[in-house]
């Protein structure tokens, strides 16, 4: 389906989404926003889709934000809509059953940080810069960032970041854990696509499992957490795939998943 906002492609496996508003620097606007849940939704539903890229047009931002020309306008009601819509569409993207990782190629600001930390992983371009600015704006962050940025990086560090509003670059999001790696601009996508293949030659449920354990967990305490990690594991013993994959391991061959 043609999308006003989206580049979509689909290419061995892999879903290639981009937020495709360069002009505005791929700035999020409720239609962007709705394409975007549109899009989530279709890829889960997608068997062929076993990893998705998420990334923004041109070569100056991912995403830099909210659009601040609708922000501008809002009503307090029309802005609680809009973030619970917003919420709703970075839940789907967080609980999408399959690995989302984000190819940061510039700014990700405000919501694109937010969406950034909505993917499962995160790589960074050398000229990425990450932050939440909306305090320069006289507003807060609502697409989860006042939430998801402490648990990636921790309550003093995401303080910092919230309430100075200030940007940080490639190397010091690395550094504190916000992206995975960085890359050259040129080596962004390659290393994304590599990363992807690495999950893609694992047996796809275990996949799946495992990352939802890892995100339900985080809401958990530790004892609940360990009870979801025991059903599930128990779950991915019933499988195919880990008969396939023991039997593999032994057998001194590649394992062939069928992904049941
Ligand atoms: N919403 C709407 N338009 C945006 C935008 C946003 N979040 N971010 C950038 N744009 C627009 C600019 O208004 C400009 O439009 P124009 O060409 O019609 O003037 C265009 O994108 C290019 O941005 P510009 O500011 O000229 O680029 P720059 O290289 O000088 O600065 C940024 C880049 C990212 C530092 C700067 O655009 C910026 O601070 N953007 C807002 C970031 C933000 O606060 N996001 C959180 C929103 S809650």
Same mark, same amino acid.
């Given at each position: 389906?043609?999308?006003?906002?989206?580049?979509?492609?689909?290419?061995?496996?892999?879903?290639?989404?981009?937020?495709?508003?360069?002009?505005?620097?791929?700035?999020?606007?409720?239609?962007?926003?709705?394409?975007?849940?549109?899009?989530?939704?279709?890829?889960?539903?997608?068997?062929?889709?076993?990893?998705?890229?998420?990334?923004?047009?041109?070569?100056?931002?991912?995403?830099?934000?909210?659009?601040?020309?609708?922000?501008?306008?809002?009503?307090?009601?029309?802005?609680?809509?809009?973030?619970?819509?917003?919420?709703?569409?970075?839940?789907?993207?967080?609980?999408?059953?399959?690995?989302?990782?984000?190819?940061?190629?510039?700014?990700?600001?405000?919501?694109?940080?937010?969406?950034?930390?909505?993917?499962?992983?995160?790589?960074?371009?050398?000229?990425?810069?990450?932050?939440?600015?909306?305090?320069?704006?006289?507003?807060?962050?609502?697409?989860?960032?006042?939430?998801?940025?402490?648990?990636?990086?921790?309550? !003093? &560090?995401?303080? =910092?970041? $919230?309430?100075?509003? /200030?940007? *940080?670059?490639?190397? @010091? +999001?690395?550094?504190? !854990? &916000?992206?995975? =790696?960085? $890359?050259?601009?040129? /080596?962004? *996508?390659?290393?994304? @696509? +590599?990363?992807?293949?690495?999950?893609?030659?694992?047996?796809?449920?275990?996949?799946?499992?495992?990352?939802?354990?890892?995100?339900?967990?985080?809401?958990?305490?530790?004892?609940?957490?360990?009870?979801?990690?025991?059903?599930?594991?128990?779950?991915?013993?019933?499988?195919?795939?880990?008969?396939?994959?023991?039997?593999?391991?032994?057998?001194?061959?590649?394992?062939?998943?069928?992904?049941?």
């Amino acid at each position: 389906m043609p999308y006003e906002n989206l580049l979509y492609e689909k290419r061995e496996g892999i879903a290639y989404v981009t937020v495709n508003r360069p002009k505005v620097l791929n700035a999020l606007n409720a239609a962007t926003m709705r394409e975007l849940g549109e899009c989530f939704a279709g890829i889960a539903g997608d068997p062929e889709v076993r990893v998705v890229i998420l990334t923004g047009a041109g070569e100056k931002a991912f995403v830099a934000g909210a659009d601040i020309n609708e922000l501008a306008v809002l009503t307090p009601l029309e802005a609680q809509e809009t973030t619970l819509r917003g919420q709703a569409v970075l839940e789907r993207i967080e609980n999408l059953g399959k690995p989302v990782i984000a190819a940061i190629n510039g700014y990700a600001l405000g919501g694109g940080c937010e969406i950034a930390m909505a993917c499962t992983l995160r790589v960074a371009s050398e000229n990425a810069r990450l932050g939440q600015p909306e305090v320069k704006l006289g507003i807060v962050p609502g697409y989860g960032g006042t939430q998801r940025l402490p648990r990636l990086v921790g309550a !003093g &560090l995401a303080l =910092q970041m $919230v309430l100075t509003g /200030e940007p *940080i670059n490639a190397a @010091e +999001a690395y550094r504190i !854990g &916000l992206v995975n =790696q960085v $890359v050259p601009a040129a /080596e962004l *996508i390659p290393t994304c @696509e +590599a990363l992807a293949k690495k999950i893609m030659a694992n047996g796809p449920v275990a996949v799946r499992l495992a990352q939802e354990a890892v995100h339900r967990g985080l809401n958990m305490t530790l004892s609940e957490g360990m009870n979801l990690e025991a059903t599930l594991f128990a779950l991915a013993c019933a499988t195919e795939d880990s008969k396939e994959g023991t039997r593999a391991f032994l057998e001194k061959r590649p394992a062939r998943f069928a992904g049941r």
